[in-house]
């Protein structure tokens, strides 16, 4: 897998650890069962984590989008 989401369901916060290190960007996005954009997130070339604050985030189930330069990995999240 490309990357963890935890916890899952989550409330205020989530943590997204990509399973490996990258010299290059990668872009986190967050869609609601609408398939609209409700965050997005950049982490850091040789970032390892990233924390998402989901406040003003509605309660319900959505999709993790983790792209990097050639890969595109869904991961399905509940927030409540």
Do not use: C
């Amino acid at each position: 897998s490309a990357f963890e989401v935890f916890p899952n369901p989550a409330r205020d916060l989530l943590t997204i650890r990509a399973a490996t290190l990258s010299p290059h960007d990668r872009s986190l996005s967050l869609y609601n069962t609408q398939g609209q954009l409700v965050r997005s997130e950049v982490l850091g070339a040789g970032s390892e984590n990233l924390k998402l604050d989901l406040s003003g985030v509605a309660p319900s189930i959505y999709q993790i989008r983790f792209l990097d330069r050639q890969n595109s990995n869904w991961k399905k999240v509940m927030i409540h």
